[in-house]
């Protein structure tokens, strides 16, 4: 008998993907002897290829609603997976709209928000719970009891070449640029920078390729901006004295991966809903990160 087939939807973005892990390996141990199908967004299918949870990864191409011929591929593709069941952890319009792609006839068992849904997580309060809750809540209502917290300890990733030195704290300057409301001006991280060189542990800036002008802006840092791989940014969190960042993906990574954090958050988004979470975080919060003094941040630090 052919093993029964699951489909699990995260299309991202990082740091829900990151936070997906722990329900991701829920599912996976639930289903232990089916065949787990992950759908995900480009940017993110290499790293959790890498990933124990999946058994296949595809790559959702997210087509517009006007793209007929994109719809129609993606349906094909979704009608044709055999999927016995389907758990939507991304429960966002698109995803839900995959279940009416899935029409007419029999669907699989769905849980997401999803009208018709067979395993329909519908109380409007879901809104109201951080994401780790509102992801157990609805795993609860599809008979998946137990969820573990997010875990990394599956990346490997060779850093010797980043040379790292033996105690070092990572900086994350960046953030989604649509979103500058959620940054720590980069002159503070700057200030900061000055102060781990001063107590002898060596500053290091990571962030995407975009942000390579803010790794240019703190010149007492090891500047990695626009040199990291998803894996390789979890794997230096494991080795971190100490990382710092506000609330974007690569903190998610860090946290996750066992390092002691410092989140900064704004206005702009609420830590009760998604801040990383971990034996050693910190997270501070202002109306505009702009009032938040270098000296509160560093007085986190505890780099012995």
């Given at each position: 008998?052919?093993?029964?087939?699951?489909?699990?939807?995260?299309?991202?973005?990082?740091?829900?993907?990151?936070?997906?892990?722990?329900?991701?390996?829920?599912?996976?141990?639930?289903?232990?002897?089916?065949?787990?199908?992950?759908?995900?967004?480009?940017?993110?299918?290499?790293?959790?290829?890498?990933?124990?949870?999946?058994?296949?990864?595809?790559?959702?191409?997210?087509?517009?609603?006007?793209?007929?011929?994109?719809?129609?591929?993606?349906?094909?593709?979704?009608?044709?997976?055999?999927?016995?069941?389907?758990?939507?952890?991304?429960?966002?319009?698109?995803?839900?709209?995959?279940?009416?792609?899935?029409g007419?006839?029999?669907?699989?068992?769905?849980?997401?928000?999803?009208?018709?849904?067979?395993?329909?997580?519908?109380?409007?309060?879901?809104?109201?719970?951080?994401?780790?809750?509102?992801?157990?809540?609805?795993?609860?209502?599809?008979?998946?009891?137990?969820?573990?917290?997010?875990?990394?300890?599956?990346?490997?990733?060779?850093?010797?070449?980043?040379?790292?030195?033996?105690?070092?704290?990572?900086?994350?300057?960046?953030?989604?640029?649509?979103?500058?409301?959620?940054?720590?001006?980069?002159?503070?991280?700057?200030?900061?920078?000055?102060?781990?060189?001063?107590?002898g542990?060596?500053?290091?800036?990571?962030?995407?390729?975009?942000?390579?002008?803010?790794?240019?802006?703190?010149?007492?840092?090891?500047?990695?901006?626009?040199?990291?791989?998803?894996?390789?940014?979890?794997?230096?969190?494991?080795r971190?004295?100490?990382?710092?960042?506000?609330?974007?993906?690569?903190?998610?990574?860090m946290?996750?991966?066992?390092?002691?954090?410092?989140?900064?958050?704004?206005?702009?988004s609420?830590?009760?809903?998604t801040?990383?979470?971990?034996?050693?975080?910190?997270?501070?919060?202002?109306e505009?990160?702009?009032?938040?003094?270098?000296?509160?941040?560093?007085?986190?630090?505890a780099?012995?």
């Amino acid at each position: 008998m052919a093993a029964p087939r699951i489909l699990v939807i995260k299309l991202g973005a990082l740091g829900d993907i990151v936070q997906a892990l722990g329900p991701m390996a829920a599912i996976r141990r639930h289903h232990a002897d089916a065949h787990v199908v992950l759908l995900t967004s480009a940017p993110f299918a290499e790293f959790l290829r890498g990933s124990p949870y999946a058994d296949e990864v595809w790559v959702d191409r997210r087509p517009r609603l006007l793209d007929l011929p994109g719809i129609l591929r993606l349906r094909r593709r979704l009608r044709g997976g055999g999927f016995a069941r389907v758990y939507d952890l991304q429960t966002s319009d698109r995803s839900s709209f995959y279940y009416c792609l899935l029409g007419p006839g029999a669907r699989p068992e769905w849980s997401g928000i999803a009208r018709g849904a067979s395993h329909r997580q519908g109380d409007p309060g879901r809104e109201r719970m951080h994401t780790l809750e509102r992801q157990r809540d609805q795993l609860r209502i599809a008979g998946i009891a137990e969820v573990p917290p997010p875990d990394l300890s599956w990346v490997k990733a060779d850093l010797r070449g980043f040379d790292l030195p033996e105690r070092f704290a990572v900086l994350i300057p960046g953030g989604a640029a649509h979103r500058p409301e959620k940054r720590w001006p980069v002159e503070r991280y700057a200030a900061l920078a000055a102060w781990l060189r001063a107590r002898g542990v060596t500053p290091v800036t990571i962030g995407g390729e975009a942000e390579r002008p803010l790794g240019a802006a703190i010149p007492a840092s090891r500047d990695l901006t626009g040199r990291t791989s998803f894996v390789e940014v979890a794997a230096i969190g494991r080795r971190a004295l100490w990382a710092i960042g506000s609330d974007t993906g690569p903190m998610h990574l860090m946290v996750a991966a066992g390092a002691p954090a410092t989140v900064l958050f704004s206005a702009a988004s609420d830590p009760a809903l998604t801040a990383p979470r971990g034996g050693r975080v910190t997270i501070l919060r202002r109306e505009r990160l702009a009032d938040l003094p270098v000296e509160e941040v560093a007085a986190t630090v505890a780099i012995g």
